[in-house]
């Protein structure tokens, strides 16, 4: 018989088709499923699918057979033959068999029926065991690598911008303190407020919400740069698109204008959209068939018009839709819910689009996704290109359907004198962003960027319902568990 210990482990995913047959292997992986003391279903991760494993019931101790139950942990060596019964092409049949860890039947809770995801959501340090959340977190492995791939082939630089920043212009949101003051006893100034000065950083500091400010610092030297990591806001809206901790890409391009940042945008969407279909096929595959399933449930106008690939293939497929800000108040105008008042929130020239407005415009109007332009400048930041007409500013939105905004962004304010006018008009005093507006002072050119929520993106692919369901450990109001 082989030593385990000389085997090295084959990840199930390499087993799968026959040409892997005739050889002996080290397979490791949880039990799903065990039946008629013979069959055991095992996943070790690298793929959605198990490996049936056959276990000789009269060589194979009775202790052991009580203790493969779900979850248990086991290792086997065995020969991959091609499968005698139906449902799979390959199976093991195992020669030597350990259990690494016990998981007692009675106590483990993520058992082989469907669990709610609110359920699961209780269970987040177990909930990767199962099919759904296995397949959710592979395809946001795929996407993370199919964006990183897609600003490399393009000459992009990866910035890491920092964490803790000592400056709140952005306005992306509320912020976390960051502080090491004795919060039961902080250090007073003569006038009894908090004495910042003490404070580790000598100044009040914050989780970022954005890295795109220092990411325009960077792409004023290097052309093109991109940031990939968590932001952090700590508004109380707990709704399935909002997370507290979220991760964020951020490119940011020089010699650029609003039309190449759309572009660009519609190019990474396509992108990454491409890459998960063509690398995350079975998970795809998988999470279509489950939302065909939960939506059997639904009445038919709650369900979607086609099954979750070839929405995604028909996204890559088709150019996105452009509308001006006001062109989509004017179609929101005449819309059917607006003269049923069946917004709740108001549609005039000036105010934001809610989420209710940019789903009817993308799900209803339009049926795909769909990029705004140039909205009023009172209701977008600071930062942004001031549009010739003194209204709108050089802003655009990505809108998908069954999310609403996807992507945020802009061409930048390049104009020292209007920046200066813009940091007036926001409050923003011009020395908590000297270091911004000297971009402007020397050499300044246009330029432009745009932050995807990754975690959206991830929803969208995946076609998952709830934000916290794509992300490992979800933060929101009341919730920091695990
Ligand atoms: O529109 P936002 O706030 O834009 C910015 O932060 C800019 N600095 C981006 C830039 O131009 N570089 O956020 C960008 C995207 C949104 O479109 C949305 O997808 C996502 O980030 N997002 C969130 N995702 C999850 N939870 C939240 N609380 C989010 N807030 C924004
Ligand atoms: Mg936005």
Known sequence: MTDAN?????????????????????VCGWVRTFRNDRFLAVNDGSTLHNLQWVVDKDQTPDDLLKKLNT????????????????????????????????ADPEEFPIQMKRHSLDFLREKAHLRFRTNTFGAVFRVRHVLQYAVHSFFHER????????????SDAEGAGE???????????????????????????????????SGQLEAELGAMALGQVYTFGPTFRAENSNTSRHLAEFWMIEPEIAFADLKDDMKLAEDCLKYVLQCALEHATDDLAFLERRELDVEKQLPQAERHDQPLRERLQAVVD??????????????????????????????????????EHERWLVEKHVGGPVIVTDYPAGIKAFY?????????????????????????????????????????????PEEHVWWYLETRKFGTAPHCGFGMGFERLVMYVTGMGNIRDVIPFP??????EF
Not at 83 to 94: A, N, P
């Open 6 to 26: 000389d085997l090295s482990r084959t990840p199930i995913s390499n087993l799968l088709d026959a040409s892997a047959t005739g050889q002996t292997h080290k």
């Open 71 to 102: 979850g248990a942990a086991v290792q086997a060596v065995g020969t991959l033959i091609e499968s005698q019964g139906g449902g799979q092409s390959t199976e093991l049949v195992v020669e030597e068999l350990v259990i690494l860890g016990e």
């Open 155 to 166: 000459g992009f630089y990866q910035l890491h911008t920092p964490i803790i920043t000592g």
């Open 175 to 209: 912020m976390f303190r960051v502080t090491t003051l004795d919060v039961e006893n902080p250090p007073r100034a003569e006038d009894g407020s908090v004495d910042v000065g003490q404070d580790f950083f000598g100044k009040e500091s914050n989780l970022t919400v």
């Open 318 to 355: 088709a150019p996105f839709t452009h509308l001006t800000y006001t062109e989509a108040i004017d179609l929101l105008r005449n819309s059917k819910p607006y003269k049923k008042k069946k917004f709740k929130f108001p549609v005039e020239w000036g105010v934001d689009l809610q989420s």
């Open 384 to 428: 942004m290109r001031d549009n010739e007409d003194g209204k709108t500013v050089a802003a655009m939105d990505v809108l998908v359907p069954g999310i609403g905004e996807i992507i945020g962004g802009s061409q930048r304010e390049e104009r020292l004198d209007v920046l200066k006018k813009k940091c007036a008009d926001f409050n923003i």
């Open 475 to 480: 933060r929101t109001p009341q919730n920091a």
